[in-house]
C-alpha cells in the first residue's frame, strides 16, 4: 500500500492523482481537446441535482487551506450551458475555490448530455473514499435508477424482489433476467459491495429515526452503529444509547450489548406476575387508599373479603 507523504502539498497531489485515475475510466483526459482551461469561478454554476450535499465541516476547512496554499491541482470537470458552465464533478474543489477568494479556475470543458452528465457525477462521487454513508446509498440508488430507466422507488422494489427470490421467498421471475444483469454490471464497477449487502445494510438507512439520521449525516456515528440503536422503539431509550454512543464512544459490541440487556430488562418487566406478588401488591394498594373509607366500595370490599376468607378456610 503507498504511503501518504506528510508534506502537504505532495499529500494533495497525491489525491488529485487519485480522484485522475477514477475519471480515466470514462473518459480519456489525455485527449486534447479536453486540455484544461483557467474561466472565472462566477461562470461555473451548480446543477439542480448535484448528488453530494453534506460535507465534512473540517475536511472542507483543510481543503481551503490546502487551495489557498497550492491553488487547484485537479481541474474541475464542466458542460457548457448557454454562456456560463454548468459543474459535472468537483464540488468540494469550487466551494474551496469560492471560500479561499480564487477569481478564476481550471476546468475541462465537455459536451455532455443530461443523462450523461449525471451519469459521470454519480459515478465520480461513489468512487470518493470520504462519501457519507446516506449519499453513498441515495446515489447508488439514482445510477441504478438511470440504468434502468426507472425510478428510483421502482429500484428500490426490484432490489427487495431479487433478495427475496434469491432467498426462496419468492419464485424467480425470467423476465426481470436483464435487470438482474444490469444491476450486478453496476454494483461489480463500484467495486464497493455486492447488491445483497446493498440490500441488507444500506437500503434500511433511509428509514432511519430522523435523530439517528442527523448523527450519520454529520458523520458522528458509523452506519452499523446507527442501524443497532435504531432497534429501540423507545425514543427516549434510543436517544440515550445515541448520545452514549457519540460521547463515550461506545464501540459496536458495547452497543450490542447494552442493547441485549434493555431487552432482558423488557422482557421481565412484560412476564405475568404471580399470585402471591399480586396479592401483595393488591394488598398494598387497598391500604395506601383506604378502599375502605370509600361508602361505594366499602360493600364490595366485604364480600370480597368473605369470599377470600371461606376460601382459606374451606
Not at 499529500?11 to 483526459?29: H, I, Y
Not at 465541516?57 to 454562456?83: H, N, T, Y
Not at 462521487?125 to 441515495?138: A, K, V
Request: proline share 4%; net charge positive.
Amino acid at each position: 500500500m503507498e504511503k501518504m507523504s506528510t508534506n502537504p502539498r505532495r499529500a494533495s497531489q497525491q489525491t488529485a492523482r487519485r480522484v485522475k485515475l477514477n475519471n480515466k475510466a470514462l473518459f480519456n483526459e489525455n485527449d486534447p481537446k479536453f486540455v484544461p482551461i483557467e474561466i472565472s469561478v462566477d461562470k461555473i454554476i451548480l446543477p439542480s441535482n448535484q448528488p453530494r450535499r453534506y460535507f465534512d465541516f473540517e475536511a472542507m476547512k483543510s481543503l481551503v487551506e490546502s487551495v489557498k496554499r497550492d491553488g487547484i491541482l485537479q481541474p474541475l470537470l464542466v458542460r457548457p450551458i448557454g454562456e456560463n458552465y454548468e459543474l459535472v464533478a468537483g464540488e468540494r474543489r469550487y466551494k474551496a475555490a469560492q471560500a479561499a477568494a480564487l477569481t478564476s479556475i481550471p476546468v475541462i470543458i465537455r459536451e455532455m448530455s443530461d443523462q450523461q452528465a449525471l451519469h459521470y457525477a454519480l459515478t465520480e462521487n461513489l468512487q470518493r473514499e470520504d462519501l457519507n454513508p446516506i449519499e453513498e446509498t441515495e446515489g447508488i440508488l439514482q445510477l441504478l435508477a438511470l440504468q434502468l430507466k426507472c425510478e428510483i422507488v421502482n429500484v428500490s422494489s426490484l432490489l427487495h424482489r431479487m433478495d427475496n427470490q434469491a432467498k426462496g421467498k419468492i419464485a424467480r421471475n425470467a423476465s426481470c433476467h436483464s435487470e438482474v444483469e444490469i444491476v450486478e454490471k453496476v454494483f461489480a464497477n463500484l467495486g464497493k459491495m455486492n447488491w445483497q449487502s446493498f440490500v441488507r445494510t444500506r437500503l434500511p438507512l433511509l428509514k432511519l429515526p430522523n435523530d439517528i439520521l442527523n448523527a450519520l449525516h454529520a458523520g458522528r456515528i458509523e452506519y452499523t452503529k446507527a442501524l443497532e440503536i435504531a432497534k429501540l422503539e423507545s425514543e427516549q431509550e434510543r436517544t440515550q444509547l445515541l448520545e452514549a454512543a457519540i460521547e463515550i464512544p461506545l464501540s459496536l459490541s458495547q452497543i450490542k450489548q447494552r442493547l441485549k440487556q434493555q431487552l432482558k430488562h423488557k422482557q421481565v418487566a412484560t412476564q405475568p406476575l404471580t399470585i402471591q406478588t399480586r396479592l401483595e401488591k393488591t394488598y398494598k394498594q387497598i391500604k395506601q387508599f383506604k378502599v375502605w373509607e370509600n361508602p361505594h366500595k366499602r360493600q364490595k370490599l366485604e364480600y370480597l373479603l368473605v369470599e377470600l376468607e371461606a376460601l382459606v378456610l374451606g
